[in-house]
């Protein structure tokens, strides 16, 4: 790192005044969303949408603050200008579906109207029915992120459990065997009828999902533990605790990580059963819902913020190992 | 190493004395019984150098891991300082052939593995822990990771998690064996060093013939499995060794004719 920038600094003199160039595909892509927002102005609508005007002007502005990033991209930071590189012809490709879809609906409506939904309304959904939108993502998340912590939870501490001792092994592992390939949804019925609250049962079959692979794959990291890590830490004095903790959990780590995302996404596939079939809450809820009444621009619109939802969890976990599993090879970064 | 010898002298405990009477160990292969160890019996005075030399398979490792304390044996008795060894302890410590860091550890929390289970903290661990990377010459890699490691660094950083523990014996397990000969030339005689400053019992497996007559004052020639003793060969020669001294040659041919290799040079 610190020969780079010692090349930097001689290589600095030579190109004196840098010559001022907006990025020419950033550049293109800005174009394209203002052309967007143009047909989007200018050609008539087929029929009575509300936000045409609202949808032409978000579109405008996607394409000005790419117009002011082409121009500034020199001066950007150097993280920043590599990501928007990286992405600028998804932004140049972008605008074009974007038109297509307008074109073939809210313009020409060359498509079953109630099963396709034009972008405008899309966005109406989001200006007129964002309270109950918004509630429908927060009651999701709570549901998801308290059984999803619960599950983990207790299928971490299960697997290692089950890692460690043999005998806990000996009595779990006939149980998670026969009960574990059982998709979680097939609890459905018994657990609405077992628990008090619609939620309360939620958030078991959301536990239940996650904490079958997490248990699994916690169970096999620290099975898998080099065994010779134990000799090396016994002979330095280590006790049962020291190894569990330091050295079987740390070695299992890469593990559990896979587990934790195979259950995330399991989760994901229970919670909306569940808020379809019990809680009457959350976007599974309001999908079904939107279906219930042919509010397809509503139910796209509810799929996109899922989308949105599942994707930025994936996320945060891909986060949450990149900085916890630093020092594995090929994942360190300075 | 010149400037490794003006730091601090660690409080190295004196080396202790081993004794492994009449001990025999088994296997138990789902039915058969291997038979690895078959009635050892050797003294090792306190402080000394001892190299074990034998056919591959016979035993050696084992038997380090009796010394160890990882495993007690079929039959017979160890002692450490005339007492019973009763399980691992970090007066003993093993480096093993694989440096076996732990890859999520850096430099620094790997040789303070010991002083972490041990509970010594503060100002002591910090002390002792980077005057064992000094003495390895790993000072400037504390933050660095194992894969970020050489394999020499690897195994140097392995020494240090060991005698960080200020062992009274050190346990060697072919440590050199994975590495180029020029760095394994090098570590030969910063391992002989260590030992002379630090007083340490060293036991070493090798499967070099000549590292052993280099470094050890002793070298232990073991049968074929089971591992019984052949030779117990005197090498009388002062440090620091000379490759090419003829005295070496000559035990060198003696303990390779008890190895079955006639030199035939
Ligand atoms: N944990 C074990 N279980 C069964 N057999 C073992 C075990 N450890 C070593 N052995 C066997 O004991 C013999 C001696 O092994 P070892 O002491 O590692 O030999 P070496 O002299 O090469 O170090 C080998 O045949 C090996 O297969
Ligand atoms: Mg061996």
Redesign the pocket.
């Known amino acids: 790192m610190s020969s780079a920038s010692h090349v930097q600094q001689i290589a600095a003199p030579l190109h004196v005044a840098p010559r001022f160039r907006p990025h020419a595909l950033l550049a293109f892509a800005a174009l394209l969303w203002f052309a967007a927002a143009g047909v989007s102005v200018w050609v008539p609508d087929a029929d009575d949408y509300e936000r045409t005007a609202l949808f032409a002007l978000l579109v405008g502005a996607v394409g000005a603050v790419l117009a002011a990033a082409s121009l500034a991209e020199p001066a950007l930071p150097k993280g920043l200008a590599a990501r928007l590189r990286g992405v600028a012809p998804w932004l140049a490709v972008l605008p074009v579906l974007l038109v297509g879809w307008e074109l073939v609906t809210a313009k020409f409506d060359l498509l079953p109207r109630p099963f396709f939904a034009a972008p405008q309304s899309l966005l109406e959904v989001f200006t007129d029915d964002w309270r109950r939108l918004g509630e429908s993502v927060a009651r999701s998340l709570f549901l998801l992120l308290g059984g999803y912590a619960i599950g983990a939870a207790v299928g971490f501490v299960a697997g290692v459990a089950v890692g460690w001792s043999r005998a806990v092994g000996y009595w779990v592992h006939p149980v998670l065997r026969l009960v574990g390939p059982l998709p979680a949804t097939a609890w459905l019925p018994l657990a609405f009828f077992i628990f008090p609250t619609s939620h309360s049962a939620s958030t078991f079959l959301v536990a239940l999902a996650t904490g079958f692979p997490v248990t699994v794959l916690t169970w096999s990291g620290v099975a898998g533990v080099n065994r010779a890590y134990y000799d090396v830490a016994r002979t330095m004095g280590a006790g049962r605790a020291f190894l569990v903790l330091k050295v079987a959990i740390p070695a299992a780590m890469p593990s559990v990580f896979v587990g934790l995302f195979m259950g995330l996404g399991a989760s994901f596939a229970v919670l909306v059963v569940a808020e379809m079939m019990g809680v009457k809450a959350g976007l599974g809820w309001y999908l079904q819902w939107a279906q219930g009444w042919a509010a397809y621009a509503n139910m796209y619109a509810a799929l996109l913020v899922m989308a949105l939802m599942c994707t930025g969890l994936i996320t945060l976990l891909f986060r949450a190992r990149d900085r916890l599993l630093a020092w594995q090879k090929g994942l360190v970064q300075w | 190493m010149v400037s490794a010898a003006r730091l601090s002298e660690p409080a190295f405990a004196a080396g202790a004395a081993i004794g492994v009477r009449r001990v025999s160990h088994r296997?138990?292969?789902g039915g058969a019984v291997?038979p690895?160890i078959e009635g050892l019996s050797v003294e090792i005075e306190p402080g000394s150098f001892v190299a074990l030399l034998?056919?591959?398979?016979?035993?050696?490792?084992?038997?380090?891991?009796l010394v160890a304390g990882l495993e007690p044996p079929s039959a017979g008795q160890l002692l450490v300082d005339g007492l019973p060894i009763a399980g691992p302890s970090p007066e003993r410590v093993v480096v093993f052939q694989d440096p076996t860091l732990f890859p999520w550890r850096t430099v620094w929390d790997n040789a303070a593995l010991g002083l972490e289970a041990q509970g010594v903290r503060g100002e002591e661990r910090r002390e002792r822990v980077g005057t064992a990377l000094a003495r390895v010459g790993l000072a400037g890699f504390a933050n660095a990771y194992p894969h970020q490691l050489s394999g020499g660094m690897a195994q140097r950083a392995a020494l240090a998690r060991a005698i960080v523990n200020q062992p009274r014996v050190l346990i060697l397990?072919?440590p050199l064996g994975k590495l180029d000969s020029l760095t394994r030339i090098a570590m030969q005689a910063e391992l002989v060093g260590m030992w002379q400053r630090a007083g340490f019992t060293t036991l070493m497996?090798t499967h070099d013939v000549e590292e052993a007559l280099f470094m050890a004052q002793r070298v232990l020639v073991?049968s074929d499995?089971p591992?019984r003793l052949v030779a117990d060969l005197a090498v009388d020669l002062p440090y620091p060794r000379h490759r090419g001294d003829p005295r070496i040659a000559e035990l060198r041919r003696q303990a390779l004719g008890l190895l079955g290799l006639d030199a035939t040079w």
């Not at chain 2, 034998?54 to 891991?65: F, N, V």
């Open positions: 296997f138990d292969l291997l690895v034998g056919p591959s398979g016979c035993g050696k490792s084992t038997l380090l891991r397990d072919e497996v073991l499995r591992a």
